[in-house]
């Protein structure tokens, strides 16, 4: 395949992946708060994404089919069974059960991303990790608009199944896409290390040996804590002083456009910087951001285009964040197991996130928003000394590295 053509056929797979985590990231919570949910009920909604956080327990169930395009197809077609479960799910009828619904969408498309990202290792070329990590990124993020953003913006005119016929026909398209992809036979030490269960873990075992590995986990698993706490906030100290229609609009929808430029600037930075340094300014960037929202908090502004205009660089520099870790992480992988190692960090990744969606529904419950946007920044850069470790051991095992 030319570079574009993957490109384009990884983004339009990760777009499918990203829709139910965007409505259940940018639209339930809106939706939870109308209900007169408290704000500690819509942090621990953020457990609904679990399977994300757990898919590395499966994963080498996935590798061990040895081809990944049957296991996506095999997703693909659960998930279009589950939105015409979840059109005929309104909340108004019972969270409960839309809830559950939105669970088992995130268990379908976790499952699916751990045979994509082993589709983006096999595919992608050194050369091509900036560009395929930010389509990987820049995809998710436009599942994530038209699922949460579009959804919500558009809720006064669109009935409530509308949402999921666009994540249908979304599905459906990568769904064509995947049946026209000729996925090419493993090569033949893939194979031989995806021979048995028993290969499969001792490969990922001496992953764990290689130098850094460990401080590279330990990076992986804290640099989204910050993020994460923020992100659960923001939108509901948005929401105070102004209705869901115009944060859908304004801070998910065209919100979701800085972000994707801050994704394709991300992996464009990586492609020419050391990983280590494009993550370091990008995390500095994204502190710099939150600092902001905590200064906002602390004045009480409630003017809009402030709180968009702030809204949208967070947006631009957690994209460009996102990019530049996952061309870091993928840069680390061990091609033979590509799907498992990588799912390994992807999920370690996402479970990072939970603490912090957790803690920040109690934190702004009983300290206010000011003190958690506070606490968001420190942790949006306290795992910069783990990332220079990392760097170091890497180094002094390749200075290339």
């Known amino acids: 395949m030319t570079r574009r053509r993957k490109l384009a056929f990884l983004g339009l797979l990760y777009a499918a992946q990203g829709m139910p985590f965007g409505f259940q990231s940018m639209a339930l919570p809106l939706y939870l708060r109308e209900a007169g949910a408290s704000l500690t009920t819509i942090g621990f909604a953020g457990l609904l994404a679990l399977p994300w956080m757990l898919k590395a327990a499966w994963a080498p169930l996935v590798e061990r089919v040895g081809r990944r395009r049957p296991v996506v197809l095999a997703m693909q077609v659960a998930l279009l069974a589950l939105c015409g479960v979840a059109a005929l799910s309104p909340p108004d009828d019972s969270l409960v059960r839309l809830g559950v ?3 088992l969408m995130n268990l379908v498309t976790a499952t699916q991303d751990i045979a994509v990202d082993g589709i983006a290792v096999d595919l992608l070329e050194p050369a091509e990790l900036g560009p395929g990590n930010a389509a990987q990124v820049g995809g998710y993020k436009v599942g994530m608009l038209l699922s949460g953003g579009l959804v919500v913006a558009l809720s006064a005119w669109l009935s409530w199944p509308a949402g999921f016929v666009v994540m249908a026909v979304v599905a459906l398209a990568a769904m064509a896409a995947t049946l026209a992809w000729r996925e090419p036979p493993p090569a033949p030490h893939a194979s031989a290390a995806r021979g048995s269960f028993r290969d499969i873990f001792a490969a990922l075992a001496r992953t764990v040996r290689l130098p850094g590995q460990l401080w590279l986990l330990a ?21 105070q002083d102004h209705d869901k229609a115009a944060i859908g609009l304004w801070l998910n929808l065209v919100g979701m456009a800085p972000s994707i430029l801050g994704s394709v600037a991300g992996g464009w930075y990586a492609a020419r910087a050391t990983p280590t340094r494009a993550v370091a300014v990008a995390a500095v960037l994204r502190a ?45 992988v061990d091609q033979r197991i590509g799907a498992t190692h990588y799912t390994v960090l992807a999920s370690l990744e ?52």
Do not use: N
């Open 350 to 401: 996402v479970a990072g996130k939970a603490p912090g969606g957790v803690l920040s529904g109690v934190v702004a419950q009983h300290a206010g928003f000011a003190a958690c946007f506070a606490a968001a920044a420190v942790l949006s850069v306290a795992y910069l000394p783990l990332l220079w470790a990392a760097h170091a051991a890497s180094w002094r095992a390749s200075p290339r590295a």
């Open 101 to 103: 619904v939105i669970l």
């Open 288 to 332: 710099a951001a939150v600092v902001a929202f905590a200064a906002i908090a602390v004045a009480g502004t409630t003017d809009f285009q402030v709180l968009a205009a702030a809204s949208w660089f967070e947006e631009a520099c957690g994209g460009a964040l996102t990019t530049a870790m996952f061309a870091f992480m993928m840069a680390r």
């Open 219 to 239: 990076v992986v698993a804290t640099y989204k804590v910050g993020e994460s706490m923020s992100d659960a906030m923001w939108k509901q100290y948005v929401l």
